[in-house]
């Protein structure tokens, strides 16, 4: 029995194109300029959780990484990426789950990161995990890349709840395994003309 949050979102992706959702964009510039500045090794091993249909993979693989895990709750979100990639997704790790209840590789991912998911976990136990199994998941001195709608930003994503935090609080909520490295603020324009503020903050896995 699937659960009212994954029937939510396969809704959304089985009846919505990519631009019809706020949070589509063309590319994600404002992550691939950070990631970038990390230097990665291609061979690094790397997670994207919520990843939805968002094409940062595309622009991973097109960068020379090959070891790219994609997370959602929405396996029409992920069929569709699949369908786009082709050939080029054949050594993707493709991941159906619920992130709380993902089984994750201790000690393994270079960079985790997440646009727009975090911002969903309204209850702070359900921060708490977020938190904790991306400290267990994370390589020691890798890092993690959380964007989320800014305190200035929309207090509801696709008619649902979130929280909103400035780059001190988000750090706060990741306190006990990383270090914030540093951050930046994005103006997100939506398909519809919309402005969406949201903070992006890079964290290093505690050593």
Known sequence: MISAAQAHWQSI????????????????????????????????????VGAGRSTLVDDLLARGFRAITLLDLSEAALAASRERLGVLGADVNWRVA????????????????????????????????YAALAARSVRRGGHLLVATFAADGPGRCSGIPICRFDAAALAAE???GFTAVDDSRELHATPTGGQQAFTYLMLRRHD
């Open 13 to 48: 992706y089985s009846s919505k194109g990519e631009q019809d959702t706020s949070w589509y964009r063309p590319r994600l510039d404002e992550s691939l300029r950070w990631i970038d500045s990390l230097e990665l090794d291609r061979s690094s091993p790397l997670i994207d």
């Open 174 to 176: 990741f306190s006990h």
């Open 98 to 129: 619920g992130l709380l209840d993902a089984e994750l590789p201790e000690n393994h991912f270079a960079l985790w990161h997440d646009r727009a998911l975090f911002h969903f976990f309204t209850d702070a136990a359900d921060r708490r995990r």
